[in-house]
């Protein structure tokens, strides 16, 4: 069966610090991959998605960065965190695009800029 | 410009009771539409789906009906249960899915 792992649960990190969350899925080859961000009060909004290795779509202008190094695992980066950084992040996959099975999220991780 | 829209940002509904969640779309071109439901520190989890070319789809518990003219999704949950509250979000797509932002449901005992 698939199964889709995040990793950390909970961050706290200070503004400036660099920020590396961690996305990997087993049982499926070649998905799509999702970046996912929840704020305080807003709804679930894309950051990124990729089809493929090294393949990387930008939904938004922001102070993060993504990438794909293996089939199987997505990476959200930054070099320097922002307070307006802080939010419930949450990574997803999908087998193609929009369907009637949508998209299945990790666990997400909490991360507080301070 | 948010394209996916939930107005009502909580509701609160007696155990037993019907529970009605609303959504609308401005993209006539969405083909997929999806409910989702999440709870605090956890992944949203997919509820149920209905693609442009229903009106319905049941399961369970659980009704979507979407009305196109008025690009408008609902979700219809019968009977609630404690148990349902959580945050609800549609989300709507043709190669990718938008989220709208989410409406809290309290079922109350």
């Known amino acids: 069966s698939q199964t889709i792992h995040q990793w950390p649960a909970t961050l706290v990190q200070p503004v400036g610090s660099p920020l590396s969350l961690e996305c990997t899925v087993e049982g499926t080859s070649n998905p799509n991959l999702y970046w996912y961000r929840q704020a305080a009060g807003r709804g679930l909004q894309l950051l990124f998605y990729?089809?493929?290795?090294?393949?990387i779509s930008s939904e938004v202008p922001q102070n993060l960065s993504a990438s794909r190094p293996q089939d199987r695992q997505f990476i959200l980066s930054s070099k320097k965190l922002l307070l307006s950084d802080s939010g419930f992040y949450l990574c997803a996959w999908s087998v193609g695009g929009v369907g009637s099975d949508g998209y299945t999220f990790g666990s997400g991780t909490r991360l507080t800029v301070v | 410009d948010q394209q996916v829209k939930q107005n009502s940002p909580s509701l609160s509904v007696q155990e037993g009771r019907i529970s009605i969640l609303n959504c609308d779309y401005t993209n006539s071109m969405f083909d997929y539409f999806l409910w989702y439901k999440k709870y605090p520190a956890e992944g949203p989890t997919f509820l149920i789906s209905?693609?442009?070319?229903?009106d319905k789809n049941e399961d369970g518990r659980f009704t979507v009906f979407l009305n196109k003219s008025a690009k408008h999704l609902s979700l219809h949950i019968v009977p609630s249960q404690p148990g349902d509250s959580a945050v609800y979000f549609c989300a709507a797509g043709t190669y990718k899915y938008i989220f709208g932002t989410g409406t809290r449901l309290k079922v109350l005992a």
């Open positions: 209905i693609s442009s070319i229903k």
């Open positions: 990729s089809v493929g290795i090294g393949q």
